[in-house]
């Protein structure tokens, strides 16, 4: 069973950073996609970013260049570096996983285990 505990995120003003991590269990030995995704009150779910295991990764068009997902196989966990936030990034954010994930896609509904998410806010 794939297990995903989100933590570190907080409230920041516009322009400054936090680093999202997933702790992740059950998924070791798998094809597997990691994702990060986010929800803002009244709109849909969305993705935006994901890593697979041998470590491709892709983005939303909202966040590239700005945010970074990365993985330590060791500490089995996964990370959202998020820089120079806005406030349209105040969200709560998941972490998610596919597997297999035989196409890398960032839909959410592709994506069967979920964390509790950790919520962002981002001040003007």
């Known amino acids: 069973q794939v297990h995903l505990v989100e933590s570190g995120g907080g409230s920041v003003q516009a322009g400054g950073s936090l680093r999202l991590s997933c702790a992740a269990s059950?998924?070791?030995?798998?094809?597997?996609?990691m994702g990060w995704f986010r929800q803002a009150p009244g709109k849909e779910r969305e993705g935006v970013a994901r890593?697979?295991?041998?470590?491709?990764?892709n983005y939303a068009d909202s966040v590239k260049g700005r945010f970074t997902i990365s993985q330590d196989n060791a500490k089995n966990s996964f990370y959202l570096q998020m820089e120079s936030l806005k406030p349209e990034d105040t969200a709560m954010y998941y972490c998610?996983?596919?597997?297999?994930?035989?196409?890398?896609?960032?839909?959410?509904?592709?994506?069967?285990?979920w964390g509790q998410g950790t919520q962002v806010t981002v001040s003007s």
């Open positions: 998610a996983a596919k597997i297999p994930c035989l196409v890398a896609t960032m839909k959410p509904s592709e994506y069967k285990y």
């Open positions: 059950g998924y070791r030995g798998s094809i597997y996609c």
């Open positions: 890593i697979d295991r041998i470590g491709r990764t």
